[in-house]
């Protein structure tokens, strides 16, 4: 399975590449990597995810694989935590997040008190609340000592052995799949030169209030050979934050997601069906309209282009999905149409109006009288009966109406309208709209 690109705008802009895999419309994860890595480290464990009915997002930090280098040179903490908060509130719903390493520690600084609403979990990988500095200044001289790259894929696989020496040497078509080549052949690691000189101890102030703080579901995972995590930072963690989670690795080191995959994900799995379980999301007045739509969504409908002539003569029409039979005696129907529609001064002044429900071979005319255009009856065959309100040529249905209700209806005003004369099609499928997408329907 491969992911689909993705970008993102993180603090002050800055571009945040990402991959999505599985289906969008699942509960989302999104995945941070740890420092001097890169989101393909997660494709494996992205899979997993996607297969278990989750839309996995892994995410290149700034200065990381994909995502734009800091300009300014900001790799604190606090920038990575912005970028994620910015990263969030550009999707529809609250992911779980997981992050390794400096991606827990980064998702641990976005999320404590007030970011909580921006997520819906927190999992959090060989990142209690700082690094043992013996074993960050190990990793950190590795990645200086290599900063000016390597001569050919042999010699970055024994650099990688080298941060990472209980895994296994990676093969060189492995390896290649996380350095960028310049012009001249040579290999680098994918990340910013300057990460390692502008991230440092300090950075990790203010974790124990996080921790303090945290309000999320949230599990830490880490592994018993660690050479950064120490027990009495897991402990630690334990004591402020009672209510995370606890899961020890063992025979794992630092990155516990290569060495030991499938318990990584099953610890993972069990703890998001468990405690971010794939239920229905809820909607609560007055929080995000985006919930709310997405509800409404779930009820499929079919599509009109409801038409009238204006003070001038001119033909006026718009798409719309919010239409229905209101009674048959008298007969009566009604169409919603948004306050921000360029028509709706028309509508609001016309004594008469025409409604046509589309069909399989009119998603193009959908489209057009969906944009804020002036060709839209240019480009659509069309006809006028007594009124001289507009009839789409060979629509499953036409109505022709008299205005017989004008409400309002918040962002809409209901249309309400006294049929005269109406017109179908017994042997085409109709257009429909379902999910904030064209579906298609065959009768059997």
């Known amino acids: 399975m491969s992911g689909a690109r993705l970008q993102f705008s993180g603090f002050g802009g800055l571009a945040i590449a990402a991959e999505g ?204 050979d660690s050479a950064v995590v120490r027990e009495d930072e897991v402990n630690r963690f334990r004591d402020l934050a009672p209510n995370a989670e606890i899961v020890r690795i063992e025979d794992a080191s630092h990155p516990l997601t290569v060495e030991q995959l499938d318990g990584f994900n099953a610890a993972l799995l069990e703890f998001l069906e468990r405690r971010v379980p794939r239920e229905p999301i809820s909607y609560e007045s007055g929080s995000d309209p985006r919930t709310l739509r997405d509800a409404l969504g779930c009820f499929g409908t079919g599509v009109v282009v409801a038409t009238t002539i204006d003070a001038e003569g001119r033909p006026q029409g718009l798409t719309a999905n919010s239409f229905t039979s209101v009674s048959l005696d008298p007969p009566l129907i009604l169409v919603c149409v948004a306050k921000t529609a360029r028509s709706l001064a028309a509508f609001a002044s016309s004594d008469t109006f025409a409604v046509n429900v589309l069909h399989i071979g009119q998603q193009l005319d959908s489209a057009r009288f969906a944009r804020r255009a002036d060709d839209r009856f240019s480009a659509s065959a069309w006809e006028g009966w007594e009124s001289g309100s507009p009839i789409l040529s060979g629509s499953l249905a036409s109505i022709e109406c008299d205005k017989h209700g004008w409400h309002d209806g918040g962002d809409h005003m209901i249309l309400v309208g006294r049929v005269r004369r109406a017109r179908y099609e017994p042997h085409r499928d109709p257009l429909l709209y379902f999910r904030g997408a064209y579906r298609r329907l065959h009768f059997h």
């Open 21 to 224: 895999f599985g289906a969008p419309d699942q509960p989302a994860v999104v995945l941070l990597h740890g420092g001097a890595q890169s989101r393909g480290v997660w494709r494996e464990a992205a899979r997993a995810l996607a297969a278990a009915g989750r839309y996995a997002i892994t995410v290149d930090l700034r200065g990381h694989g994909d995502s734009e280098w800091a300009k300014d040179g900001r790799y604190d903490i606090e920038a990575f935590a912005e970028d994620l908060r910015s990263l969030l509130g550009q999707l529809d719903r609250r992911p779980v997040v997981v992050g390794a390493s400096l991606g827990g520690y980064v998702a641990l600084a976005a999320l404590h008190g007030t970011g909580a609403a921006l997520a819906s979990g927190l999992v959090m990988i060989d990142a209690a609340l700082s690094m043992n500095p013996e074993g960050r200044q190990r990793f950190a001289q590795i990645l200086r000592r290599h900063a000016m790259g390597f001569g050919d894929l042999t010699e970055a696989a024994a650099a990688a052995h080298e941060l990472a020496p209980q895994q296994r040497l990676a093969e060189p078509a492995d390896i290649a799949r996380q350095l960028r080549q310049d012009a001249g052949g040579r290999y680098f690691w994918a990340w910013d030169p300057q990460f390692p000189d502008r991230f440092d101890a300090s950075h990790f102030a203010g974790l124990d209030h996080a921790a303090a703080d945290l309000t999320l579901p949230t599990l830490l995972m880490y592994g018993g």
